[in-house]
């Protein structure tokens, strides 16, 4: 029986076809992806660069450092995913005041929002009291979330370390709640985006799409495309026939 092609399966053909290479040219784009992208990388259109993001992980990618300029860059424009209200709730594990709130008291007020705003218009009567309800829903929905996350990390832990170990880990993480309690609200909220910032950089995050930040030049820096295409042109220069044209006396 005739194998179906995968139509996710990485082909280097189209890639060496745009670049006018042969075929057996190294570094393979295929078996050395990290090579060829820190030589080609700029060359290619994001089109046929979003190609590699079947082989390559955004965690392995950050060894480009264009790669990680261009998170940077993004990241300094502070998008919706990463500032602090959406990123609290897709990643609440990386929150470390997340002890000190009730869980679910966010994701409640929005739902109490959406009650009074969206639901039938709006119309008071209708609605407060359905508002209220799905605050209180949804603050027990997030409170048995959180409850479960940390009925796993306890597992966990005590699988992985014996009882000594696990009092020493209690005895440390009792002075670092201390040590928390101290913080102020707004230290905790900067060390949380700056936190969320990092490992957006380095390919830590779950739930994110790297490739159109990635693969996109818009997010070099201004410089190095100008001193880039300062380099193209001088290139161009010197390739170009000398001039052999003589004046007349």
Known sequence: MESIPDPYAFSA??????????PEYEPS???SPVDFLTIHLR????????????IITPQRRTVLPIIRNRRQKYASTVPRELALPEARKRWPMLWVGREREKPGLEQGKEEKRWAEREFLGGVKGQVG???QLLSEYEEEREAERM???RREKMAEKFAEQNIEEEEEEEEGEGVAIVEEEQEST???EINFERVVREKFIYGLLDDVDYDPVD???KWDETDERDAEERWFDEEEEEDAPPDTTT???
């Open 13 to 22: 053909t189209p890639i060496l076809s745009y670049l006018g290479l042969p």
């Open 29 to 31: 784009p295929q078996d």
């Open 43 to 54: 060359q290619l259109p994001p089109n046929l660069l979003a190609l590699f993001s079947r």
């Open 129 to 131: 009291k359905l508002g």
């Open 147 to 149: 409850r479960e996350v």
């Open 186 to 188: 707004d230290q905790l």
């Open 215 to 217: 693969w996109d030049d």
């Open 247 to 249: 004046i007349d006396s």
